[in-house]
């Protein structure tokens, strides 16, 4: 209604809060809801009372929101998460699971998708896009080199820019393919305890290796796996992030037995290589295998869990 309002919002999943001032009338309102239904009562209430209190008076000039510029969607795109968490210790890997995807519609509005809700928003200039659901609801983009790198909502929060090495397909395609090289060496293993190979003697120290970290691995994958599936019914997070799990301890502890392991692996492939020990598949497929773990250890380092 031509004020202009300070607002800061705060919500769990059952608690919903909401602060507003209009400096210019001397007046704020505070107001909080215990229930997770509340999440957009406040701002409803908020704007109610300006509208009885306040109301609009004459024709106020109001800029339309307008769609992207043609040909620039491809500086808009991609895959955002909040600034709002632990950048620093395991509980970083919710980040992993609640990207927003920034994209544009066909008819050329920016549009954030989190899961099953999206929401359009058109230009009004100058970094500032409203949304065409919620006109008062406003959000600025910042740009580097041309290209949407953070993305300021209410709130006040931010998104910032999901770099490509931590799309959840990159890291999911990473531990898919560690996982099938593994089976396919296991097998290859246990393919070779029912033949009579000579050169498979010279491999027995490799193997003595090998085979404790592909375990570690397989352990890891399933302890994390079923961290990350134990939902809460009604908030829809990972139990881990509302209460202690006792799986995180050996979790962690695995994480740093494959340090060893992988470490060890990469000190026999240079050895084995200087030495010409083996036969050069099975230099080659060991030196995979190590490769592979080291992927592994990078994706643990990712989520803080080393």
């Avoid at 609640?98 to 359009?120: F, H, T």
């Avoid at 193997?207 to 570690?216: D, E, R």
Wanted: hydrophobic share 45%; glycine share 8%.
């Amino acid at each position: 209604n031509g004020l202009r309002a300070l607002t800061h919002g705060g919500s769990t999943g059952f608690f919903q809060t909401g602060f507003y001032l209009l400096p210019e009338k001397q007046t704020g309102l505070y107001l909080a809801y215990n229930s997770s239904e509340a999440q957009n009562a406040a701002q409803k209430v908020f704007e109610e009372f300006v509208n009885r209190y306040f109301p609009q008076r004459g024709e106020d000039l109001k800029t339309t929101p307008q769609p992207i510029s043609p040909g620039m969607e491809r500086n808009y795109t991609g895959l955002f998460h909040s600034s709002r968490a632990n950048f620093t210790k395991w509980e970083s890997v919710g980040r992993f699971l609640q990207n927003i995807k920034v994209s544009v519609c066909e008819d050329g509005y920016l549009l954030l998708s989190a899961g099953a809700d999206k929401e359009r928003f058109g230009d009004l200039g100058g970094g500032l896009f409203q949304s065409l659901q919620n006109p008062n609801k406003k959000i600025a983009l910042s740009f580097e080199d041309g290209r949407l790198m953070k993305i300021h909502l209410p709130g006040p929060a931010s998104l910032l820019r999901t770099p490509w090495y931590h799309y959840p397909a990159f890291l999911a395609a990473v531990v898919i393919s560690a996982a099938l090289f593994m089976l396919a060496v296991l097998l290859g293993w246990l393919y070779g305890l029912f033949r009579q190979d000579r050169r498979a003697h010279s491999f027995f120290l490799p193997k003595l290796l090998g085979l404790p970290a592909i375990i570690v691995f397989f352990t890891l994958a399933l302890i994390f796996a079923d961290i990350v599936l134990d939902i809460h019914p009604q908030l829809g997070l990972p139990q881990i992030f509302l209460k202690p799990q006792a799986t995180l301890s050996p979790l962690l502890v695995l994480a740093k037995v494959l340090v060893g392991l992988n470490s060890l692996m990469l000190l026999i492939t240079v050895y084995y290589w200087l030495k010409r020990r083996g036969s050069l598949w099975q230099r080659t497929y060991y030196s995979l295998l190590t490769l592979f773990g080291g992927g592994i250890i990078w994706l643990l380092c990712q989520v803080n869990l080393l």
